[in-house]
T-cell receptor, first 114, second 113 residues
Framework: DTGVSQNPRHKITKRGQNVTFRCDPI?????LYWYRQTLGQGPEFLTY????????KSRLLSDRFSAERPKGSFSTLEIQRTEQGDSAMYLC????????????FGSGTRLTVV | QQPVQSPQAVILREGEDAVINCSSS?????VHWYRQKHGEAPVFLMI?????EQKGHEKISASFNEKKQQSSLYLTASQLSYSGTYFC??????????????FGTGTLLAVQP
């Protein structure tokens, strides 16, 4: 197992375009999380899944953001009509059970909206 | 709701000790500690659950005071490899797991030769 994999590593898009990111968690991990991180800040919670069910979504998250985890395996995060304020590092993390062994983070997708 | 960490930044010489604090305004069920090096993903260090236990291995340990809603990370005899930004991740909940982490404001640690 090579850990949590995220693609692409970098994405530059024009304002107003839609973008989609992919996360492949550690195979035996049932929980999958999306976080957003801007420079100098801690990761900000966006949403999480337990298997294929999306259990919580941040109230701060715009309706332009949607995430899926079909069949409880990989997950995608889509941002529609991107804005410059969406520029950030998008981190995916996975964990097993109650998270007692911590979260394993992927290397992230850096989004730049121009 | 975001936990506050102190200090914001600290510079050490190799071999010196440091303490990083994490304080929440909400009751906590658990506290995680992560280290993130520049341009890399956060890496899990340890977890502390309700009960005021202290955990650690070798030169890095942590404590959790659930009454004060605080946790502290202790770095002993620091090494160059300890450099990075440290984040606490708090699971808010007085009665049980909420299954998501709210990360703190971060502490930048720089260890110099």
């Amino acid at each position: 197992d090579t850990g949590v994999s995220q693609n692409p590593r970098h994405k530059i898009t024009k304002r107003g375009q839609n973008v989609t990111f992919r996360c492949d968690p550690i195979s035996e991990h049932n929980r999958l999380y999306w976080y957003r991180q801007t420079l100098g800040q801690g990761p900000e919670f966006l949403t999480y899944f337990q298997n294929e069910a999306q259990l919580e979504k941040s109230r701060l998250l715009s309706d332009r953001f949607s995430a899926e985890r079909p069949k409880g395996s990989f997950s995608t995060l889509e941002i529609q009509r991107t804005e410059q304020g969406d520029s950030a590092m998008y981190l995916c993390a996975s964990t097993e059970g109650q998270g007692l062994y911590g979260y394993t983070f992927g290397s992230g997708t850096r989004l730049t909206v121009v | 709701q975001q936990p506050v960490q102190s200090p914001q930044a600290v510079i050490l010489r190799e071999g010196e000790d440091a303490v990083i604090n994490c304080s929440s305004s909400k009751a906590l069920y658990s506290v995680h500690w992560y280290r993130q090096k520049h341009g890399e993903a956060p890496v899990f260090l340890m977890i502390l659950l309700k009960g005021g236990e202290q955990k650690g291995h070798e030169k890095i340990s942590a404590s959790f005071n659930e009454k004060k809603q605080q946790s502290s990370l202790y770095l002993t005899a620091s090494q160059l490899s300890y450099s990075g930004t440290y984040f606490c991740g708090t699971e808010i909940g007085a009665w049980g797991a909420t299954n998501k982490l709210i990360f703190g404001t971060g502490t930048l640690l720089a260890v110099q030769p």
